[in-house]
């Protein structure tokens, strides 16, 4: 069986050769290191093999791992998953950053919190996606409410495909999250999973979002 220092070494690789075929510095796509479900020994681990940015999907399972995580003084932590807007406080409390705003309201509820966040915004490109997500065509008026924000601090685009074995499926989305992105002037792309994390960073992503390849399969939620 291999190691997470081997897995992690091996993703390493495969953004180093994705960005190499587009011309990209590495340097700049950050590794999220996706640790849902995993308990946060896991994230130790990580942690203790030079990973910073870790992911985590639900508010109330990050509750329980955090207060073992308090000494990791460098680790930054976005939430990846769905918000409700009834865990908005809670939620600015633990993380840095929130990846899944997608409506005026939710950012209006982080903003009252009172602490600086790092926001992105998930964006839904397809009926196929699910339900979270903002439209494209709400997008406008939700950077301006977001802008609004004082503590919010707006970077970027976040978007999840549906998904498919075939990275080849999910590059339209890239594409298609990044010219948005080029749009309303935003620096940040979101995009790119364990199955597709090529396909994202020959389309411009700055951030790929990591679980399966690093620690392996989770059970269900
Ligand atoms: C779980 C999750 C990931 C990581 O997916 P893997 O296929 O395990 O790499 C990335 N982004 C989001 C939004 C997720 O929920």
Request: net charge positive.
């Amino acid at each position: 069986m291999d190691t997470l220092q081997q897995r992690l070494a091996a993703v390493r690789r495969r953004i180093a050769t994705a960005a190499d075929r587009a011309h990209r510095d590495p340097a700049g796509i950050m590794l999220l290191a996706v640790t849902k479900i995993f308990p946060a020994q896991v994230v130790r681990d990580a942690y203790a093999l030079g990973l910073r940015e870790f992911g985590e999907n639900y508010v109330q399972e990050f509750e329980g791992k955090l207060p073992q995580l308090g000494d990791l003084a460098a680790a930054r932590f976005h939430l990846i998953g769905h918000l409700q807007s009834n865990k908005c406080a809670r939620a600015a409390e633990m993380f840095d950053c929130i990846q899944t705003v997608d409506s005026p309201k939710l950012a209006r509820r982080l903003n009252q919190a009172g602490k600086p966040l790092d926001i992105l915004l998930e964006v839904k490109l397809s009926p196929e996606q699910g339900k979270a997500g903002a439209p494209p065509e709400e997008l406008p008026d939700l950077i301006a409410a977001v802008r609004e924000c004082p503590n919010l601090r707006l970077l970027g685009l976040m978007t999840m495909p549906p998904w498919s074995a075939d990275q080849e499926q999910s590059r339209p989305y890239f594409q298609r999250l990044h010219e948005l992105a080029g749009r309303h002037g935003l620096p940040q792309l979101s995009m790119g999973m364990s199955h597709d994390l090529e396909a994202a960073i020959e389309e411009g992503a700055t951030i790929v979002r990591v679980g399966t390849a690093l620690f392996g399969k989770r059970r269900k939620p």
